[in-house]
């Protein structure tokens, strides 16, 4: 039964039951609420579902003045406390009990199937409660007899902590001062404009080869519109080695610069080959003599 000390919960609450008296069971067989007096209850009330400790009282209460009739003490469910019957799942047998231990088999009915749905649910919960505080009590008294693991310091026992060694610092990352980063164009000699091509001119121009702008004014005051552009005999030693294959590998050495610092700024791991090409074209530019023209 409940301890003392312990407080009273309600689990539940119905306020329409009725309650009818059944005949002895003859047989091992289950209880039929059709061998009841369904029609003509012989009580009606209210009743309240309680716990106290890990006991479930169901009680049969007046409905106006909450009067005791009779109470049934669970301690287990299902049980031969609470039993259903064969043919409805709205009536169930209840064993009541008095003080002095008495006990009778009665048979209760509600008139709504969610009203027996909610009595049933009440019972189950209260009981799946009681089956988890057996196993923690049980877990718990299990731990306790076992041994126990002395995490305590021995006498004389030391540590020693190292703070702030070992600790493993990102390698930092240079800089970008800026811009795209492209190298100064290799020594060498300087890139002229194109020499102009030779024959004869559609347009009124004519050649810088020196003097003042008044000369030029003349010239070209004095000039029509077949013209015959000389071409510049130091054309070819201003253009020098770069003709067209070493423009070439100018911009070339420009473009892999270029990528070069793209893939340095990423993290990518060609950023060595990429360096490699860019000198290796430098190399060519200034030291191979490429045929002139």
Known sequence: MAAEGEYESILCVKPDVNVYRIPPRASNRAYRAADWKLDTPDWSGRMRITAKGKVAFIKLEDKISGELFAQAPVTEYPDIAVETVSDSSRYFVLRIQDDSGRSAFIGVGFGDRGDAFDFNVALQDHFKWVKQENEISKNAHLGDSGPKLDLGFK???????????????????????????????????????????????????????????????????????????????????????????????????????????????????????????????????????????
């Not at 810088?208 to 071409?231: K, P």
């Not at 294959?245 to 990518?268: E, Q």
């Open 155 to 293: 006498d004389g026992q030391t540590i020693t902590l190292n703070i702030g060694q070992g600790k493993r610092r990102d390698k930092p990352r240079p800089q970008s001062s800026g811009g795209l980063g492209l190298l100064p164009p290799p020594p060498g000699g300087k890139i002229a404009p194109p020499p102009p091509s030779s024959g004869t001119s559609n347009h009124n121009t004519v050649p810088q080869t020196g003097g003042t702008a008044t000369e030029c004014l003349l010239d070209l005051d004095s000039s029509n519109s077949n013209t015959v552009v000389q071409s510049n005999p130091n054309a070819d030693l201003l253009w020098g080695d770069f003709s067209a294959p070493a423009r070439f590998l100018t911009y070339l050495l420009f473009f892999l610069n270029y990528v070069s610092k793209i893939s340095f700024d990423c993290g990518g791991d060609y950023v060595f080959n990429l360096s490699l090409l860019s000198f290796m074209s430098s190399y060519i530019v200034q030291n191979v003599s490429w045929p002139k023209k």
